[in-house]
């Protein structure tokens, strides 16, 4: 059974930092990994896809990596700004496609 | 941009009471899925739907849930006799078969069980 695990659970930085969030799984058989990002109350907004195959992706100010066969995926966040606070989720998708399993996600406070 | 659609944002029930929760698809994706969060928590999976029929559920959705594709773009959940523990945030996903497979997540259903 895929297991999911976000580390740190809670993150609190000044404005301006650059930041990285862990995401670790413990079936490397994925067919793509994706990071969302979810406000208090709200739906998942996804982020970035990492598809089995590739290394890394970016979107404007943030990047997230893939190394399948450690299992480990990190977004990196630069140049933090308040409005990045939110929680950050990482799911991966197994093979047969019918299942995205969810790390716990990190909570992201950006203070001014 | 394309969007996947939940209706009601809201719901309060009394226990014991059958609930739909209703969710519209992106157009041309394959995949819809189920998940709950229960506050605080992770995000579970519930329940997958592929071809017109199931093809994964989890543990937590037993004999009280149901899935439906009533017409070309509904997608329901349907929970018979609502227990206080099912009150959560459910959330609805499709994704295309895409070499991407990219999921995109509704905005949620919280149902609140009473």
């Known amino acids: 059974k895929q297991e999911v695990t976000q580390i740190p659970a809670a993150l609190s930085v000044p404005e301006g930092e650059n930041l990285v969030l862990n995401c670790s799984f413990t079936d490397s058989a994925i067919y793509n990994l994706q990071w969302f990002r979810q406000d208090p109350g709200k739906g998942l907004t996804s982020l970035l896809l990492?598809?089995?195959?590739?290394r890394e992706q970016t979107s404007g100010r943030l990047n997230a990596s893939l190394d399948k066969s450690s299992g480990r995926s990190t977004l990196y966040i630069a140049a933090s700004q308040p409005g990045d606070s939110a929680t950050y989720l990482c799911a991966v998708l197994n093979n047969a496609g019918n299942m995205l399993t969810f790390g716990g996600g990190t909570r992201l406070m950006v203070k001014p | 941009e394309p969007e996947v659609t939940q209706t009601p944002s809201h719901q309060v029930t009394q226990m014991g009471q059958e609930v739909i929760l209703r969710c519209v698809p992106i157009?041309?994706?394959?995949?819809f899925y189920w998940y709950r969060q229960i506050l605080g928590q992770k995000v579970e999976f519930l329940v997958s739907f592929y071809n017109n029929e199931i093809s994964e559920k989890s543990e937590i959705f037993d004999d009280q849930f149901s899935v439906e594709r009533p017409d070309g773009s509904n997608f329901t959940l349907k929970i018979r006799s609502t227990k206080l523990e099912d009150s959560a945030m459910y959330f609805c996903?499709?994704?295309?078969?895409?070499?991407?497979?990219?999921?995109?997540f509704g905005q949620g259903t919280r149902l609140t069980v009473v």
């Open positions: 996903a499709s994704r295309s078969t895409g070499q991407t497979g990219e999921a995109f």
């Open positions: 990492i598809q089995s195959s590739q």
């Open positions: 157009s041309n994706h394959l995949y």
